[in-house]
């Protein structure tokens, strides 16, 4: 994901310091996570969440090299989106069993039609699943988004519904990606150091794969 990331050009003071935006205005209309966070004003947030072809492949493929799926495989993306990761793992492996959740109403309306029917609206700390249900479980950048006293339950459901599990959350390891972290990010609730985010996979007994992005 960090190769993902880092593909991406930030005006971190721009963000900050803008005045029909301010960051403040910006992460207000982001958390609703409904037009304004995935389609509206680059300043607020994505600025046009569309489908990309190949743009989410060597993700995919990664995750399928990894995990050895297959198409008897079952997997699920919390944090889904519009379901574009689903969907190229989809057209990789036609018959694998997916299933996403996301917080957003929005997203879920207009994710893409060829894995819609497969994506609803839920929360990470509340999965409707049975336990081990998944042979794999993973979240992209959804986690961050939770705050100190969701993320026990959320990690505690992805372990419990899945036998492999892989998550990607924004960390800092020094004072200038924390800044800016800060100035960037509009949804984000828990800033935390890899060492402090590891503390919370020991105490939630997570033991799965975990990836930090860095704002750098």
């Known amino acids: 994901?960090?190769?993902?990331?880092?593909?991406?050009?930030?005006?971190?003071?721009g963000r900050v310091n803008d005045v029909?935006?301010?960051k403040w205005k910006s992460?207000?209309?982001?958390?609703?996570?409904?037009?304004d966070y995935w389609d509206g004003d680059r300043r607020i947030n994505y600025g046009g969440y569309n489908y990309k072809p190949g743009y989410w492949t060597?993700?995919?493929e990664k995750i399928i090299q990894i995990y050895q799926l297959d198409n008897g495989s079952k997997i699920l993306d919390i944090g889904c989106g519009k379901g574009y990761l689903l969907l190229e793992i989809k057209k990789l492996i036609p018959q694998i069993k997916?299933?996403?959740?996301d917080?957003?109403?929005?997203?879920?309306?207009?994710?893409?039609?060829e894995v819609s029917s497969n994506l609803s609206v839920g929360n990470a700390t509340k999965l409707p699943w049975d336990d081990k249900e998944f042979d794999l479980a993973f979240s992209i950048n959804t986690f961050h988004n939770l705050y100190a006293f969701e993320l026990e339950q959320?990690?505690?459901e992805i372990t419990r519904v899945s036998n492999h599990q892989y998550i990607c959350v924004e960390s800092y390891r020094d004072e200038?990606?924390?800044?800016?972290?800060?100035?960037?990010?509009?949804?984000?609730?828990?800033?935390?150091?890899?060492?402090?985010?590891?503390?919370?996979?020991?105490?939630?007994?997570?033991?799965?794969?975990?990836?930090?992005?860095?704002?750098?």
């Open 1 to 13: 994901m960090q190769s993902i990331h880092t593909s991406t050009s930030r005006d971190y003071l």
């Open 20 to 22: 029909e935006y301010p």
């Open 98 to 101: 997916f299933f996403g959740i």
């Open 154 to 156: 959320a990690f505690t």
């Open 176 to 216: 200038l990606e924390k800044m800016n972290l800060l100035y960037w990010q509009v949804t984000c609730e828990a800033f935390f150091t890899p060492k402090e985010w590891q503390w919370w996979f020991q105490k939630t007994g997570f033991f799965g794969d975990y990836e930090f992005i860095y704002f750098q």
């Open 103 to 113: 917080i957003s109403e929005y997203a879920i309306e207009n994710s893409h039609k």
């Open 58 to 60: 060597p993700v995919a």
């Open 27 to 35: 992460a207000e209309l982001a958390k609703k996570f409904d037009f």
